[in-house]
Structure formats: C-alpha cells, structure tokens
C-alpha cells in the first residue's frame, strides 16, 4: 500500500499512520505523496524522520520546512507534498571524505555504533507523543536531555 509497508495506531491520543517507503530513497515523496492524499492530510501534519550527515551522531533537530541540502528523500518529499512538513533529523556525522558519503549512508551502522543508535532510537520513541502533540520544540530538548543528561551536583555540606 502506497509503495511502502504502512502501520496504523494511536500516540498521544491521536490517529497516526508510520509509512516505511520501499520505494527508492530519491523517489520515496510518491510513496509519502500517495498516502497523504489517501488520508487528506495537509503537509505540516507530516512527519518525516531521516538521517542527517551535517549533524554529529546522535544529535537531533526538528523544524518545520526548509531546503533539502542535498538529501535526495526530502528533495523528492518535497518535490511531491510541499517542502512545508516537519522534519526530524537524526545525526549520524559525516564520514570525512565526501567518497565516503555513498558507502556511509547505504550500510548498515557499525557494531560500536550500535550503544548510541539504540539510546537515540530509544529517546525518539519515548518522547515521540510530544512531536504527535505539536510540541517540537519540547521533543527535541527531550531528547537532547535523554541523550545528555545534566549531572547532578554533589550534596554540599553543612
């Protein structure tokens, strides 16, 4: 169904559906275009996930709209709903050397890798009713503080 293996529930007391494109990642807007359509929804209901190169591993950022620097997914999102959807971008750095990129982004991540992909993971899903809530800003400083938490200070001594 809409090019792509779709789920259906409920987060934060709203209807959402997850769409996994299987299309392509540079034609991966058909699939979020049909399924947009089929649900009448306005492109700043939707929410897209995605791997950032610019942005350390582990760091997130969210905002609604934008250009698509150089990601061909979010150029063929936009290309196909409007470039007015929420974007969360997930950090997974910059390999160095710009041959790197291909190679980076289509494997898999490496097994030292794997401690801070499944902490951010984690992070994203706690605190994903916030985003479902319309509260970006709030997620996003969530996520931040699960991933980088404040130290306590030492209890001082009378």
Avoid: C
């Amino acid at each position: 169904r809409f090019k792509g293996e779709v789920s259906e529930g409920s987060i934060a007391a709203e209807k959402v559906v997850v769409l996994k494109p299987l299309t392509f990642m540079n034609e991966s807007g058909q699939a979020v275009g049909e399924a947009m359509r089929f649900y009448n929804l306005e492109a700043d209901r939707v929410i897209v996930i995605y791997d950032e190169l610019d942005l350390q591993p582990g760091k997130v950022r969210v905002k609604l709209g934008g250009g698509a620097a150089g990601h061909n997914g979010i150029r063929s999102i936009s290309s196909h709903i409007s470039p007015y959807f929420i974007r969360v971008r997930l950090g997974i750095g910059h390999p160095g050397d710009k041959n790197l990129v291909h190679p980076h982004v289509l494997s898999d991540f490496a097994k030292s890798d794997r401690p801070w992909v499944l902490e951010l993971a984690s992070a994203v899903a706690e605190h994903l009713p916030l985003l479902i809530e319309g509260q970006e800003a709030n997620f996003q400083s969530k996520v931040h503080l699960a991933l980088n938490p404040v130290p306590e200070k030492p209890a001082q001594k009378d």
